[in-house]
């Protein structure tokens, strides 16, 4: 019974370049969401996806920063022409239903280092 | 908006002492509170929960109360171990809300 698996689980990328982080849900949810730890401070949300659609994108930041979770396949959150800011880990959550969030469960995260 | 206010690291203990980390939140309505736990490398395992004014969530010797009159979630454990160590997050959602808002973390090390 495999939690919640985000890959990889740290990436290397140098500044301009794209960063692609997966994550693949809980069997049986169909919620996901996205977090983002900065160093030394606690997590903040980003984003908050149901299959095909985007919730809720209060926290992503307005450039560079996009997420999908398709119909098939595993949720990305893709960012562009990283720069040294965007280091962090990044995490992802998932959930059976809308508003079930004693069923939240975390992933191990990825760690995103701008070099 | 919503936010979480937890007491800053780190916080260094002897095996066996006595850890309190306090927490304290601003919310409109009856958010649930939960504290998570970050083992270093990891990601966060809840270690427990509480979802209305005067519930008690325990795990693993830990134990926090939902105080609304103070707006307090504050985690105790009565002797704390080595493996303890870890950074620790208060963090709460709303009723029906679908994105849980953290404090900025507490790092707590139990030295032997």
């Known amino acids: 019974n495999a939690g919640v698996m985000q890959n990889p689980r740290h990436l290397v990328r140098r500044r301009g370049q794209e960063a692609r982080l997966r994550c693949s849900p809980m069997k049986g949810h169909s919620h996901v969401y996205w977090y983002r730890q900065l160093p030394e401070e606690g997590l903040k949300f980003m984003v908050y996806l149901q299959k095909e659609n985007i919730i809720d994108e209060s926290g992503m930041p307005k450039e560079r920063f996009s997420a999908e979770f398709p119909k098939e396949g595993p949720s990305i959150l893709r960012i562009q022409q990283v720069v040294r800011g965007d280091s962090a880990a990044y995490f992802c959550?998932?959930?059976?239903?809308?508003?079930?969030?004693?069923?939240?469960?975390f992933g191990s995260g990825t760690r995103l280092t701008v070099v | 908006g919503d936010s979480v206010t937890q007491m800053e690291g780190p916080v260094t203990l002897s095996e066996e002492a006595f850890l309190t980390i306090n927490c304290t939140y601003t919310?409109?309505?009856?958010?649930?509170l939960f504290w998570y736990v970050q083992y270093p490398g990891e990601g966060l395992q809840l270690l427990l929960k509480?979802?209305?004014?005067?519930d008690k969530g325990s795990n693993k010797g830990f134990e926090a109360t939902y105080r609304k009159e103070t707006t307090s979630f504050h985690l105790e454990k009565g002797s704390v171990q080595v493996s303890d160590s870890a950074v620790y997050f208060c963090a709460l959602i709303k009723a029906a809300g679908n994105k849980l808002t953290f404090g900025g973390g507490t790092r707590v090390l139990v030295k032997p």
């Open positions: 919310a409109t309505g009856y958010p649930s």
């Open positions: 959550a998932s959930s059976p239903r809308q508003g079930e969030w004693y069923g939240y469960t």
């Open positions: 509480a979802t209305k004014a005067d």
